[in-house]
Structure formats: C-alpha cells, structure tokens
C-alpha cells in the first residue's frame, strides 16, 4: 500500500514537471525574442565620399534610436562586381535586413532572390524599377525631379542652346531615370536646347568630371549649360568652368551636397543645387528595414524616421516629397 502512494507521488511529479516544462521554454524563448537584436546593413555604391559620410550618421543614429545592430558598408570604388560581393558575404554572415543604393539594379537580382529565399529583408534607394527586392523608397518623384532641372537650367541660359548631362554611371538607377526625365521633357518643352553628346559617366568622382568638362569646353565652344546627376559631377564641373573664366557663359546646376558645393556656389561656378538630407536618408533605409523585420504593414499613413509619411507609394516603391534645393544664398543653412 505504502509502495503504491509513493509510485502515485512519483507519477503526480512527473506529471507536473513536463506540465510546466513548456510554459518555462515558451518563456525563455519570449524573452529570447524580446532581446533579440536585428542587425541591419546598408551597402552603398561607394564608401568614403561625402554624400555616403553622411549618410552614415543617418544610419548610425536611426540604428541607436531602434535599438539594432545598423551599419554602412560598400565597395571602395563604384563597381558593381564589387557591390555585389559585399551583399553575398552579408547574406553568408546572416544578417536579418540587408539596404542596398545599387550601382547596377539588375546585376544584384541574383544576391537578392538568395537572401530573400533566407528570409532576408532587402531594401533598396534609387532604384525605383528594382526586381527581386521587398521595398524602394525615394526621396523624391523622380520625373519631376529630371523635368524640374531643365527648367531650371532654362532660367540661367534661356530656352536655346547647347547643354550636356553628367550621371554617376551608365547604370547607375536613379540618375539614368532623371536623366531620361530631363532629356525627354527638354525635347517636348525646349526644342531649342540641344544635348551636345549622351550622357557622361562620370559624377561620382570629381577629378573626372572635371576633366570631362574641360573636354566638353573644348569640343564644344558654344556650350552654355551642363545638368550634373552625381554629387561630385557638378563641383568637378564648376572647377573646370571657373579654371576657364567662363563662370558667366556656362550655367553648371545638378545634385550636390551643400557642405561640399558651398564654395562654387559662393563663387558663381555652380548656379543652383539640389537634392535631399542624406543624415535623412540612411534613417529612412533603417526605419523601412526595421518595419519590415517586425511585420509592419507600409501604407501613405506610415510614419517613417526624419522623412515623415510617403507622398505616394507605387506598388514597391515609396515616393517621399524630401527635395532640398541649395543656392549661394541659402547653402549654409543647411547642417550636412
């Protein structure tokens, strides 16, 4: 009888023991959840040069603000080759979210669909018509963005005359879009504008788009204007035009950042700036990864970190309305 009580105690203990034996794991495994840290990379078509620097700080600070593991890496050159081998040894590593600024949309389709089928979240910028990826944002509409620099090159040269059009890179998204915008628009508005010669690949490096303003002023005397799309296209452009002396004849406008293009707006070189925060940016980049990663539904009324709600979204793509323009004037004011 005594036997029989203690067999029956045994049973009741062990009963109870894997009774509550899930409800501990379970809890650990919330807890476990609960302090869990994503982390978030940003690959961008080049480290070291101002407009990625400052972005930087973007992701840096939104990384801190979301409490996640967030960092800027890239090639250190704008090489698509090279952007790619940076997404793979982060999917490799195991990274929960992966930005990517592309040098070439259609050469990271690949990388893409292998960290998405892992369960990676893939966000891109400047890259509207990118395939194989969760969302795009950009900070601006960009036909009007293209259409909105010819009219402004109009108001420094008139409505007749020849212009040329600098992008970073033949591939690059974003620029090759704007520079479409402007050539079309130019066509159908300014029939008196003439494009001198395609596009040039150069405005992600200054020297270059120097040296290819010097050649453009030589091939071409009667240039009056040239649209940069490239933060260091029209700085490298307006050395050239004051080198020249011919800061009255040839109007040089396009995207820059206002710490850097200070001077050669100050000094008449450079007409007219124009682009977006990118401290702004990187936030946004985060932010949109970060919603992603907890579920989130994306919608107009989204709020997002720095850039507030989307002008619009379209399909996979969430337009900001975030276009800052920069003139000698106001370049100061503005704290990156």
Request: with cysteine; glycine share 8%; charged share 25%.
């Amino acid at each position: 009888m005594r036997l029989k009580k203690i067999y029956k105690l045994i049973f009741l203990c062990l009963l109870s023991f894997f009774f509550v034996l899930p409800q501990l794991f379970a809890e650990g495994t919330k807890e476990e959840a609960e302090e869990e840290e994503f982390e978030i990379a940003v690959v961008v078509k080049l480290v070291g040069i101002p407009w990625f620097n400052a972005m930087e700080k973007g992701v840096l600070e939104a990384g801190k603000q979301l409490g996640v593991n967030a960092y800027l890496t890239g090639p250190p050159e704008a090489d698509e080759a090279q952007q790619v081998k940076v997404v793979e040894d982060l999917i490799s590593k195991g990274v929960d979210a992966i930005g990517v600024v592309p040098n070439d949309a259609a050469s990271l389709e690949p990388a893409f669909r292998k960290a998405r089928e892992r369960g990676i979240v893939i966000v891109t910028n400047e890259s509207p018509n990118q395939k194989e990826h969760d969302f795009d944002y950009e900070m601006i509409d960009n036909q009007k963005f293209g259409e909105f620099h010819v009219d402004k090159l109009v108001e420094y040269i008139g409505s007749r005359g020849e212009y040329a059009i600098y992008v970073g890179g033949l591939t690059v998204p974003a620029h090759n879009i704007w520079a479409d915008a402007s050539i079309a628009y130019a066509k159908k508005k300014y029939p008196g504008l003439k494009l001198v010669t395609d596009r040039i690949p150069c405005a992600e490096d200054q020297a270059l788009s120097r040296q290819k303003m010097l050649e453009l002023i030589k091939a071409y005397p009667n240039l009056k204007g040239l649209i940069g799309y490239g933060s260091l296209g029209p700085p490298g452009a307006a050395q050239a035009v004051m080198e020249k002396g011919l800061e009255n004849k040839i109007a040089v406008i396009g995207t820059v950042i206002p710490s850097h293009a200070a001077p050669y707006l100050k000094d008449g070189s450079l007409k007219f700036g124009t682009l977006w925060n990118p401290i702004d940016s990187g936030k946004a980049m985060v932010d949109l990864a970060y919603k992603l990663l907890k579920g989130e539904n994306i919608t107009t009324n989204t709020e997002f970190m720095a850039v507030g709600k989307p002008f619009k979204i379209e399909g996979k793509t969430i337009i900001f309305n975030a276009m800052a323009s920069f003139t000698a004037d106001n370049v100061d004011q503005f704290p990156f």
